[in-house]
Nanobody, 124 residues
């Protein structure tokens, strides 16, 4: 059973930064793409960023492009999301997910394991 555990969320002022971390429990972590998604109250879950299994390919939603960086450390079974210049509209629960293939996809159905999420709240 694959377990993903997110951490690093919290309350931050607008313009601030946060670094989210997702730790995976299994060694095959390095064989799959990883993604970050978020869900705000009353809204659907949306793609934020994705990274290929090797880390060579990254992809971002327009809403965070230029403000966020996704990275991974396969030796530590960990993926990160560095978010800068945070805005009120970034407030959401952030989830990491393991992709079904080696390249990241935008559609959540392309991911088969999900963490429990970490809350990010940006105060305006």
């Amino acid at each position: 059973q694959v377990q993903l555990v997110e951490s690093g969320g919290g309350l931050v002022q607008a313009g601030g930064s946060l670094r989210l971390t997702c730790a995976a429990s299994e060694r095959t972590f390095r064989s799959y793409a990883m993604g970050w998604f978020r869900q705000a109250p009353g809204k659907e879950r949306e793609f934020v960023a994705g990274i290929s299994s090797s880390g060579a390919i990254t992809y971002y939603s327009d809403s965070v492009k230029g403000r966020s960086t996704i990275s991974r450390d396969n030796a530590k079974n960990t993926v990160y999301l560095q978010m800068n210049s945070l805005k009120f509209e970034d407030t959401a629960i952030y989830y990491c997910a393991r992709g079904k293939i080696v390249v990241p996809r935008v559609n959540p159905t392309e991911y088969d394991y999900w963490g429990q999420g970490t809350q990010v709240t940006v105060a305006s």
